[in-house]
């Protein structure tokens, strides 16, 4: 019998943190290792529809990391090439790792990415119960923090707002209206 030596995730990895790190795993190139995430995920997730064909996606993995290697806790995947701006297609945290900060860490670093690429981006749609509750919070409080920030700054748009978050203008907006932030122009 041989021992496993493999420890981490296939793929690169662009984030390191204390005990976190992010791998960035090219369904194209590591088509099982996606395919079984995928899998995973559907033991948790009712609405989850892609298993097989993981190569128009990217997967950024999570895990904690200690001396026998990366452990999962969750991932995030979104499609390579996105014509509806989304920036995740998926997202998973495992269970024993829940309501510990490590979905909302997935969330923030997908809008950290969708920053980096210039280019704002949403989840894609329909969110179930948990992901709704998930990213209406997120929204809530990184758009009131950027509003607390910029409040001496003068005018505010829900373009400069996008800028700076990652979001959509359209989950901008629908979180402000939400908290009655915006009143319809008159004439």
């Not at 791998?23 to 088509?31: L, P, T, W, Y």
């Not at 948790?44 to 200690?66: I, M, S, W």
Request: proline residues 4%; positive net charge; hydrophobic residues 30%.
């Amino acid at each position: 019998m041989h021992k496993c030596t493999i420890r981490h995730p296939p793929g690169n990895e662009i984030y390191r943190k204390a005990d976190l790190s992010v791998f960035e795993v090219d369904g194209a190139v590591s088509k099982i290792y996606c395919q079984n995430l995928c899998l995973l995920a559907k033991l948790f997730l009712d609405h989850k529809t892609l298993y097989y064909d993981v190569d128009p996606f990217v997967f950024n993995v999570l895990t904690r990391n200690d001396d026998y290697g990366s452990h999962l806790v969750g991932y995030f995947s979104k499609e390579k090439y996105s014509s509806m701006k989304h920036n995740v297609s998926c997202i998973v945290t495992l269970p024993q790792y829940q309501k510990k900060g490590y979905g909302r860490f997935l969330i923030d670093f997908s809008y950290l990415l969708s920053r980096k690429e210039n280019q704002p981006g949403t989840p894609e749609k329909p969110l179930s119960d948990l992901g709704r509750i998930s990213y209406y919070s997120y929204w809530l409080s990184y758009i009131l923090e950027h509003l607390y920030n910029c409040k001496s700054s003068g005018r505010i748009t829900v373009k400069s707002i996008s800028r700076a978050t990652g979001m959509t203008s359209r989950d901008i907006i629908d979180t402000l209206n939400r908290l009655r932030f915006l009143t319809p122009k008159d004439g």
